[in-house]
């Protein structure tokens, strides 16, 4: 399991960092791992999970 620092979370997914808070407010993207006092990441399968329902919700 890896986890994604926020620069490649929004380079995965093609969103800014203010999108991706405000869906996470919206539960409608994953939420974050906290790593330590200031420091968060996020689950790498969960990132890629997000990004195939959204592939899939096209079909």
């Not at 996470?24 to 939420?31: G, R, Y």
Request: proline content about 3%; charged content about 25%.
């Amino acid at each position: 399991m890896k986890i994604l620092r926020l620069n490649a979370v929004m380079e995965m997914t093609g969103l800014p960092r203010s999108t991706i808070y405000l869906y996470m407010k919206q539960q409608a993207f994953p939420l974050q791992v906290k790593l330590g006092v200031r420091s968060v990441g996020w689950l790498e399968e969960e990132i890629c999970s997000w990004i195939e329902e959204r592939r899939c919700e096209r079909a």
